[in-house]
Antibody, heavy 117, light 111 residues
Framework: QVQLQESGPGLVKPSQTLSLTCTVS??????????WSWIRQPAGKELEWIGR???????NYNPSLKSRVTISIDTSKNQFSLSLTSVTASDTAVYFC?????????WGQGTLVTVSS | DIQMTQSPSTLSASVGDRVTITCRAS??????LAWYQQKPGKAPKLLIY???SLESGVPSRFSGSGSGTEFTLTISSLQPDDFATYYC?????????????FGRGTKVDIK
């Protein structure tokens, strides 16, 4: 049973970079090959897909966030990561990592990131 | 971007009721649609994919239908564990578009 766990700072200052890591356990991040995704949800609001990465490193991003987002993968550590630059209060949300890049069949528990000075 | 419109936004129902939630896409997405259930403080749970395929382990009282732009999620007999918020999500890749979008959700609460 594959499990995902997000980790990273819970508080980020405005204009700085948000960085999160998702650790995959119970299976290899590269075999079988899946896309791995990041999704976020502001409090009381709907879900927003951020982007995805394949085990080869190929990425796709939400056009509305593309200029600020980088997703990377480290197969040796069974992890993939999210970097979001120039954050503002509107980036405050629960951030989820998930398996697959089409439908999302396995999710992490989510981590709250607050953008505030 | 493809927009997903869910209705209603809130639905009040009783245990045993048949419940139907609708999701409309702003353009055709064929059958590339998923449904999720989310409870407060928890991650979403995949219920249905490809519009009508039941995810493994999901009770058979959940079903999905539709194609093109109109989709429905039906719960045949609402159970106490089903009071939650439900989201649709499209994953159409026509015209090399890889963006994914969710509906705004339908909260099912106790009548």
């Amino acid at each position: 049973q594959v499990q995902l766990q997000e980790s990273g700072p819970g508080l980020v200052k405005p204009s700085q970079t948000l960085s999160l890591t998702c650790t995959v356990s119970g299976g290899s991040i590269s075999s079988p090959s899946y896309y791995w995704s990041w999704i976020r949800q502001p409090a009381g609001k709907e879900l927003e897909w951020i982007g995805r990465i394949y085990s080869s490193g190929s990425t796709n991003y939400n056009p509305s966030l593309k200029s600020r987002v980088t997703i990377s993968i480290d197969t040796s550590k069974n992890q993939f990561s999210l970097s979001l630059t120039s954050v503002t209060a509107s980036d405050t949300a629960v951030y989820f990592c998930a398996r697959r890049g089409d439908r999302f069949d396995t999710w992490g528990q989510g981590t709250l990131v607050t953008v505030s000075s | 971007d493809i927009q997903m419109t869910q209705s209603p936004s809130t639905l009040s129902a009783s245990v045993g009721d048949r419940v139907t939630i609708t999701c409309r896409a702003s353009q055709s997405i064929n059958s590339w649609l998923a449904w999720y259930q989310q409870k407060p403080g928890k991650a979403p749970k995949l219920l249905i994919y490809e519009a009508s395929s039941l995810e493994s382990g999901v009770p058979s009282r959940f079903s999905g239908s539709g194609s093109g732009t109109e989709f429905t999620l039906t719960i045949s007999s609402l159970q106490p564990d089903d009071f939650a918020t439900y989201y649709c999500q499209q994953y159409n890749e026509q015209y090399n578009s890889y963006s994914r979008t969710f509906g705004r959700g339908t909260k099912v609460d106790i009548k």
